[in-house]
């Protein structure tokens, strides 16, 4: 293949992943190609795309993204995996190739290489545990909510007992002088 041919195959490439830089990567060999094709139109309605790659374009299209030290990964036929939809999370992406990968189960050479995400290689396993965008703005608003409700509990908290406290005592008080108010009984 001469320079020019690879370069213009690593253009097209580079221009297909666009902006993606979370994917999954895939060996699915021994899949029936009409397998193959349900589940790329399966996951193109949920703006997940599939490329199959020559590794070594592969290799310097990532590193032009700044995407590197994943060569290990790509050995055999692979499979790029990402979404073209930026509230779609690798998580996601990941759950729905697991979930063909489950009415697949029988064909024993199907296997994710390896995710990656912002830039880190991570197991296909903890690819699918990671939370989406929002559950992750989820867990630190609650967390920011958790620490800022405490502070507020413990700041009002001495108030309240303080409060409570002169009320109880006034209350007291109130008893006391209306029983010293009140006239004595007559004495027959």
Do not use: C
Request: aromatic share 4%.
């Amino acid at each position: 293949m001469s320079k020019q041919i690879k370069q213009m195959e690593m253009a097209a490439l580079a221009s297909t992943l666009g902006e993606a830089r979370d994917m999954v990567l895939l060996n699915l060999t021994g899949l029936p190609a009409q397998a193959e094709n349900q589940m790329r139109l399966a996951l193109r309605k949920k703006n997940i795309r599939m490329h199959h790659v020559k590794n070594s374009l592969a290799i310097k299209v990532l590193a032009e993204k700044g995407l590197t030290g994943f060569d290990t990964y790509f050995t055999g036929p692979t499979v790029l995996v990402w979404s073209t939809a930026p509230d779609v999370a690798i998580s996601t992406v990941s759950k729905e190739i697991d979930v063909f990968f489950q009415k697949h189960r029988t064909i024993k050479s199907l296997a994710a290489k390896a995710a990656i995400t912002d830039g880190a290689a991570v197991t296909f396993e903890d690819a699918k545990s990671l939370p989406t965008r929002e559950e992750a703005i989820g867990a630190v608003v609650a967390a920011l909510l958790g620490a800022g409700g405490n502070l507020v509990a413990a700041l009002v908290g001495p108030g309240r007992k303080l409060a409570g406290a002169i009320k109880s005592i006034e209350d007291k008080q109130s008893e006391g002088q209306s029983e010293s108010t009140e006239p004595a009984p007559a004495s027959a």
